[in-house]
């Protein structure tokens, strides 16, 4: 799925690679591109925003849609974005002054 119309101010944040290792620069910006996005991909390597999560480790990838302020939107698990993206889009209808 390809997130356009996902305005620049949400971000998209990765603590892993799809191996399980600390995500890297690399894997942000081959994610970003996958995805079409635009906007900021940005890594948490000391798993900060894990820990304000239900994720349990079990399922891979864990991934979260934050809005502006940085409160969780959307937590989901595996390869399809829709669910994370779609929080998003709705976020923003909601709130379109962000």
Known sequence: MK????????VIVLNENNDGTP???????IYAKSLGLKNPVTLDGSYQTYAMTPWDGAAR????????DMTILKFYEGTDDTP?????????????SL
């Open 23 to 29: 995500a890297s620069g690399q894997t942000a910006a």
């Open 61 to 68: 990838p864990g991934k979260l849609a934050l809005a502006p």
């Open 84 to 96: 994370g993206l779609d929080a998003i889009k709705a976020h923003h209808a909601a709130h379109p």
């Open 3 to 10: 997130a356009t119309g996902i305005p620049l101010s949400y």
